[in-house]
């Protein structure tokens, strides 16, 4: 394939339903490592790729071997927003709606739901989405407008939206289980358990959880704070909860 081919093959892809962008080696590394879909490798000097990946994920270098296509950086430049410094790109494709929305709805659950209240920051969200996976979530609900599955999340993420289920839901669609609620108001988190079948639900920093879903809450639930400090950052709270919960199923 010549490299106009290559380019009209790749904006072609960008089209395809479901397309997302794999930017950098270890978003690229997680899609392969959990069985995402991925269909087109492109990078600026494919033998040093195949050397990053034989030193950081040999696990992968089979299935790179097979996808990667050397183009010259100029070209590769031309094909992403913004190239990663580790000089790839790729591809893929996201596990359909209703397969993601198959694993969140699976009773009985073995881990918790995260669940991000109308969440307004791309970076946090990729953040949340890769504690997720690192703690053996069952997935990442997101509700209001904001895509979970934007090329920058992907880059937060580093691409672990593949090890965990990641969808966008209305408010009336959420997992049946019982809401826990992070909340200033909430009980003391050192004195509520979270179970494998809770949904914990995160507001935004600056508004909270709303008064919607706080009405639907089976426990409010706070991490306490020193006196004069607003709020955590999002992830961290995540983070804490996921700690929580992870902590007291030894």
Do not use: C
Not at 179 to 190: K, Q, T
Not at 239 to 244: D, V
């Amino acid at each position: 394939m010549d490299e106009d081919e290559l380019v009209r093959a790749w904006r072609a892809g960008e089209r395809e339903p479901g397309a997302v962008l794999l930017d950098g080696f270890h978003a690229l590394k997680h899609a392969l490592r959990f069985g995402g879909e991925v269909r087109r490798v492109v990078t600026a000097d494919r033998a040093a790729l195949l050397a990053l990946a034989g030193e950081l994920a040999p696990d992968v270098v089979p299935a790179l071997e097979g996808l990667a296509v050397e183009v010259p950086e100029a070209v590769l430049r031309g094909l992403v927003p913004r190239l990663h410094p580790t000089g790839v790109a790729a591809s893929a494709v996201r596990p359909g709606a209703r397969a993601n929305r198959a694993v969140l709805a699976r009773r009985p659950r073995t881990a918790p739901v995260v669940v991000l209240e109308n969440p307004r920051n791309l970076g946090n969200v990729g953040a949340v989405i890769r504690l997720a996976a690192g703690f053996g979530a069952t997935g990442v609900v997101t509700t209001g407008d904001l895509d979970p599955w934007h090329p920058n999340v992907l880059r937060g993420s580093a691409g672990l939206h593949f090890a965990t289920a990641v969808e966008r839901l209305d408010p009336e669609q959420l997992p049946d289980g019982p809401l826990y609620v992070l909340d200033p108001e909430g009980a003391d988190i050192r004195d509520v358990p979270f179970p494998d079948e809770a949904l914990l639900v995160f507001g935004t920093e600056r508004h909270g959880v709303s008064e919607e879903l706080k009405a639907r809450a089976d426990h409010l639930v706070a991490v306490p704070m020193q006196p004069g400090v607003s709020s955590f950052n999002l992830a961290t709270s995540v983070g804490m909860g996921l700690f929580h919960w992870m902590s007291g199923r030894r």
